[in-house]
């Protein structure tokens, strides 16, 4: 088992930032992503960084506004976020893969889930 437990979400202005973190406990695992869901909509890939190796993927939609990252010595990710956008409002979660499974971006690569925070980006 893994257990995630997110935080740093909140409501932010257009323009801002803001850092979420995912601690995990529990078995070690490959990789760690970060999704998001939108009222509506289906949960979407933004990142993800395989544990060992620091080996990270992005969507296209946030490239070169978000950086993903990990704290080994913590045990914790995290997703810095910056020039944010109203688009980029959505309830935020982190999820982990055991195993290394090559396709990064889909949802039903990865065994267990934070219970996600929201982020609410401001016009």
């Known amino acids: 088992q893994v257990q995630l437990v997110e935080s740093g979400g909140g409501l932010v202005q257009a323009g801002g930032s803001l850092r979420l973190s995912c601690a995990a406990s529990?078995?070690?695992?490959?990789?760690m992503g970060w999704f998001r869901q939108a009222p509506g909509k289906n949960r979407e890939f933004v990142a993800s960084?395989?544990?060992?190796?620091?080996?990270?993927y992005y969507a296209d939609s946030v490239k070169g506004r978000f950086t993903i990252s990990r704290d080994n010595a913590k045990n914790t990710g995290y997703l810095q976020m910056n020039s944010l956008k109203p688009d980029d409002t959505a309830v935020y979660y982190c999820?982990?893969?055991?195993?290394?499974?090559?396709?990064?971006?889909?949802?039903?690569?990865?065994?267990?889930w934070g219970q996600g925070t929201q982020v609410t980006v401001s016009s």
């Open positions: 999820a982990a893969a055991i195993f290394y499974r090559g396709i990064y971006d889909i949802p039903q690569n990865y065994d267990y």
């Open positions: 529990g078995r070690a695992f490959n990789t």
């Open positions: 960084i395989r544990w060992s190796g620091a080996i990270t």
